[in-house]
């Protein structure tokens, strides 16, 4: 199972979290969210791939956030 999100930052504009890998124990990944640029992650299949992935659904369905953009498609 996927860790728990972390919240470490929020203010109006911006949520910064930190997810712990399920695969890789040890490894964290930072997740971050504003409603402009939508979400970021700096796992692989974000970075590779640029995707909406486990780590962001996580910290969205914490926070109950509707949104399934990434930084990518409005870069
Ligand atoms: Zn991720």
Not at 20 to 48: A, I, M, R
Request: aromatic fraction near 14%; proline fraction near 5%.
């Amino acid at each position: 199972m996927i860790g728990s999100p972390r919240l470490l930052e929020s203010n109006d504009e911006t949520l910064f979290f930190e997810v712990p890998s399920e695969s890789t124990p040890g490894v964290v990944y930072d997740v971050l969210y504003d409603k402009d640029h939508h979400w970021l992650c700096t796992c692989p299949q974000y970075y590779y791939r640029k995707k909406y992935c486990k780590h962001m659904r996580v910290c969205a369905d914490l926070m109950n956030i509707d949104d399934s953009m990434v930084y990518a498609e409005v870069a």
